[in-house]
């Protein structure tokens, strides 16, 4: 269980950074995403398990591939 936990923090932590490396604040980034702001915190802070269609909207709204958003090594 707490691999899965990780994968999560770590994801988070990747969205967070690539938000803050292109200007973003999470209410721009939430709101582009279609998503309330809470709902990012949650996936920033590795609380939110997301859907893959989740996944691609923060991957489009960064216009990056999946392959670079899932890069969370």
Not at 31 to 59: H, M, P, Q
Request: charged share 35%.
């Amino acid at each position: 269980m707490a691999k899965r936990a990780d994968i999560l923090i770590r994801f988070g932590k990747r969205v967070c950074n690539l938000r803050k490396e292109q200007g973003y604040s999470q209410e721009n980034i939430a709101y582009a995403c279609e998503f309330d702001r809470t709902y990012l915190g949650g996936i920033e802070r590795g609380e939110r398990k997301l859907s893959l269609r989740n996944i691609e909207w923060v991957a489009d709204t960064l216009e990056i591939s999946l392959t670079e958003l899932m890069d969370v090594v």
